[in-house]
T-cell receptor
Framework: QKEVEQNSGPLSVPEGAIASLNCTYSDRGSQSFFWYRQYSGKSPELIMFIYSNGDKEDGRFTAQLNKASQYVSLLIRDSQPSDSATYLCAVNIRVFSGGYNKLIFGAGTRLAVHP | GAGVSQSPRYKVTKRGQDVALRCDPISGHVSLYWYRQALGQGPEFLTYFNYEAQQDKSGLPNDRFSAERPEGSISTLTIQRTEQRDSAMYRC????????????FGNGTRLTVT
């Protein structure tokens, strides 16, 4: 089992719809979770982070975390063509033997918003 | 600096040559990561530094790959005796500290081994 799993997509949604992106992770002890957006040919850029169970909203974006199910998601409301990109889920994996964390990324989900 | 700076942006080298990729993190950032990203994939963890200490190198593919961060700032990823399969985008990222701080990525170095 991969440490962080995402459906590669593409996920195609019409403009104005809600896009739902999902991610599961294997390390039950993980405490912090991040969503990055990556446009083609560009570097990943941070969209949101979430640490606690429940929902966290920022503008059109909502991150949802369920630690019991080891599941984190990103909702994009009122999707725009400019939201078309690859969305990367990243999870901080605790390395107990070394007393540090390392950030592991999923393969990313490609989102296409069509007018 | 204002952001994470990587150099060179592009590197083309012949098989068997050594290459050194440089990363200059954001000033004051303690944590530094190297990732490799293939087309259509997410960043793949290579190695992690906390200050100058290389705390995790479990992602380095083999012993041709090495990294250092001698003064806890600039880092160099070195690939010896390059092979065509080493061709990829190499990304450096830094953060204030491991755990809850988000990563800031550089623009990457596109390595092509011919």
């Amino acid at each position: 089992q991969k440490e962080v799993e995402q459906n590669s997509g593409p996920l195609s949604v019409p403009e104005g719809a809600i896009a739902s992106l999902n991610c599961t992770y294997s390390d039950r002890g993980s405490q912090s979770f991040f969503w990055y957006r990556q446009y083609s040919g560009k570097s990943p850029e941070l969209i949101m982070f979430i640490y606690s169970n429940g929902d966290k909203e920022d503008g059109r974006f909502t991150a949802q975390l369920n630690k019991a199910s080891q599941y984190v998601s990103l909702l994009i409301r009122d999707s725009q063509p400019s939201d078309s990109a690859t969305y990367l889920c990243a999870v901080n994996i605790r390395v107990f033997s070394g007393g540090y964390n390392k950030l592991i990324f999923g393969a990313g989900t490609r989102l296409a918003v069509h007018p | 600096g204002a952001g994470v700076s990587q150099s060179p942006r592009y590197k083309v080298t012949k098989r068997g040559q050594d290459v050194a990729l440089r990363c200059d993190p954001i000033s004051g950032h303690v944590s530094l990561y190297w990732y490799r990203q293939a087309l259509g994939q997410g960043p793949e963890f290579l190695t992690y530094f906390n200050y100058e200490a290389q705390q995790d190198k479990s992602g380095l593919p083999n012993d041709r790959f090495s990294a250092e961060r001698p003064e806890g700032s600039i880092s160099t990823l070195t690939i010896q005796r390059t092979e065509q399969r080493d061709s990829a985008m190499y990304r450096c990222a830094s953060s204030l500290g491991a755990g809850y701080s988000p990563l800031h990525f550089g623009n990457g170095t596109r390595l092509t081994v011919t």
